[in-house]
């Protein structure tokens, strides 16, 4: 076979069309794929370029970096749940995509810790309310038993029930007591937005909005809330997601002109939990770039 030469790189390599999903879920969050599945799986759909971006944890991380095969680069990165006012009087739940960060930095280990013992708060207040109301639950022996490497939820009290015998199943205990809003149930102990940006910063990375108009997670975020967000240093806005219609993609795209951001398109991939294929949905090379050379946290790990 005839020598190929040196391996092309630069613009040669964009001209082959590179392929680039920013956003995928692995078993380290709610993905069906390992990380290092989930990386064979990238490369044999075709992928240049991924991005691991669990959810608010960095534990796939090693994994996928010890499965990268020859000629991928892997983004590391996370998917940290957020809350923002809706200018309303409420709440929204939004997802900020962070690229690239250091997950040693200070910024990010204070609000991990807050958010562990907020976790354990919470899932203690919905113990103590099913003890109040005569259930066989011991909010004590339920926080002690806590494995030390998972966040504190209500998967944990869901298996006490199971346990206990007052439910058959977990989702029953969801269904009959653990439903948002419902009885026993105790708000999320989310990060305020603004500070996750600033801190996804503080930390060397590049936070991106992800699917922001995605309906079926409660309310979206509104034009204003995302031009607040670019003020605290929001790099992005996720626009080809596989959850935004033509039209949402659109305006996603006027708006990042507008407050002369990013955007990104990707699959948001979850294996076997949801329909969508890896590579779905891609970034430009562009953008891929900007966001490379605007991160100062880990850098991209070539395989
Ligand atoms: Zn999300
Ligand atoms: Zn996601």
Redesign the pocket.
Known sequence: MADPGPRRSGPSRRLLGVRIDL?T?STASDGTDSPAELIAAAAAAGLDVMAL?DHDTTSGWAQAVGALPAGMRLIRGA?FSCTAPDGRGGNLSL?LLGYLFDPESPAIGAEQTRLREERRRRLRVMAERMAADGYPVDPEVLLADLPADAPAGRPHLARWLVSAGVVSSVDEAFQRFLATGGRYYAGRADTDAHTAVRMVRHAGGVPVL?HPFAPGRGPVASEDVIAELVTEGLAGVEADHPDHTGPDRERLRGLAAELDVLTTGSS?YHGHNKAVRLGQETTCTEACERIEAMASGVGVVAG
């Open positions: 956003h879920h971006t998917e997802h992800a948001d």
